[in-house]
């Protein structure tokens, strides 16, 4: 690779970086929000978004993030096979969740 290429690839890590707080309070809050009130419209947002942190995460380095956010993914698919999160999906996601929080304050 060229000097150019990684400088590229060197800003394309460091907005990642710079953008995963937000990416995961984003999560954390929608999670939060279907707590309190349940909507089938937030809830698919909630599993995209994790499909995507999952799969950023990864490429970018955030192995524990990835695997949360993979952890989450795995429970929601389980709870979908029902057609439903039963309360053992909604403590487990949460327990996921509070992880995630725990990450914001590594990044």
């Known amino acids: ?4 290429s990684n400088d590229d690839l060197a800003a394309l890590f460091a907005s990642y970086a710079h953008e ?3 990416i995961i309070l984003e999560i954390v809050e ?3 929000a279907l707590e309190i009130q349940w909507d089938d419209k937030l809830y698919a947002d909630f ?3 994790i499909h995507n942190l999952a799969g ?3 490429m970018y380095g955030y192995d524990n993030v990835s695997q949360i956010a993979n952890q989450i993914q795995l429970t929601i ?4 096979q029902e057609n439903k ?3 053992n999906d909604i403590t487990q996601i949460d327990s996921l969740i ?3 929080e725990l990450c914001l304050m590594k990044y």
């Open 77 to 80: 698919r389980s709870g979908m």
């Open 1 to 4: 690779m060229d000097r150019d």
């Open 47 to 49: 599993h995209r978004k």
């Open 20 to 22: 995963l707080p937000a």
């Open 56 to 58: 950023s995460a990864e």
């Open 30 to 32: 929608i999670w939060r």
């Open 85 to 87: 999160l039963i309360q």
């Open 98 to 100: 509070k992880q995630l």
